[in-house]
């Protein structure tokens, strides 16, 4: 079963207006991390918002916010107010194990957004 | 604080060839991580370093692929010999063991092999 599930292979959001990039991940460890992150077409992985298995708040940074359904495994994020340059690749990824243990991620086949005028 | 710096950013050859690819990690940070990341798909995991000591290298086809990490510090990728099925981009994230681990990426090196 894959670890990291990301249905939309392709979004497209006005800009000014808010978009929901789903993300429902499969674990049997209770200690786990969630990520977002974004690539532009330049390539670079740019990291956005992270939440803990434990974290009982939504994880927000700025326009970012992490909509974590733990019973439905799901960690969506939602970017609030779009702009033109939010379009890029976003990957959703996750840590499995305990903090600190320095474990990889498992990345997501990622949503392609396109904020559009 | 400077990035994750990678070289080179873009690299051509024919299959058969070997090719190197270098990663300076975030100062002070202890885990380095090497992705390979194929057109449409997520990065997924080559090899990852503690320090100087190899962690996790199960997705490593090692009768090709190399990697050395130098003094805890920087790091090597090579091929040798390329394939085809090798064009990608390869990445180089690091990380502090503790925290959230949040892996910081570097720009990546475009790698087409011909």
């Known amino acids: 079963a894959q670890k990291i599930t990301q249905t939309q292979p392709g979004m497209f959001v006005q800009e000014k207006e808010a978009v929901t990039l789903d993300c429902t991940y499969d674990t049997s460890d209770q200690s786990y991390g969630l990520f977002w992150y974004k690539q532009p077409s330049s390539g670079e992985m740019i990291f956005l918002i992270y939440?803990?298995?434990?974290?009982?708040q939504n994880a927000t940074e700025g326009r970012y916010s992490l909509n974590f359904q733990k019973a439905r495994k799901s960690a969506n994020l939602v970017i609030s107010a779009s702009q033109l340059g939010d379009s890029a690749m976003y990957f959703c990824?996750?840590?499995?194990?305990?903090?600190?243990?320095?474990?990889?991620?498992?990345f997501g086949t990622g949503t392609r957004l396109q904020v559009t005028l | 604080e400077a990035g994750v710096a990678q070289s080179p950013r873009y690299k051509i050859i024919e299959k058969r060839q070997s090719v190197a690819f270098w990663c300076n990690p975030i100062?002070?940070?202890?885990?380095l991580y090497w992705y390979q990341q194929i057109l449409g798909q997520g990065p997924k995991l080559l090899i990852q370093?503690?320090?100087?000591?190899?962690?996790?290298d199960s997705q490593l086809p090692k009768d090709r692929f190399s990697a050395e990490r130098l003094k805890g510090v920087d790091s090597t990728l090579k091929i040798q010999p390329a394939k085809l099925e090798d064009s990608a981009v390869y990445l180089c994230a690091s990380s502090l063991a503790r925290e959230q681990e949040t892996q910081y990426f570097g720009p990546g090196t475009r790698l087409l092999v011909l």
């Open positions: 990824a996750m840590r499995e194990g305990r903090t600190g243990t320095a474990s990889k991620l498992t």
């Open positions: 939440q803990g298995s434990y974290d009982e």
């Open positions: 370093f503690q320090n100087n000591g190899v962690v996790d």
């Open positions: 100062s002070g940070h202890a885990t």
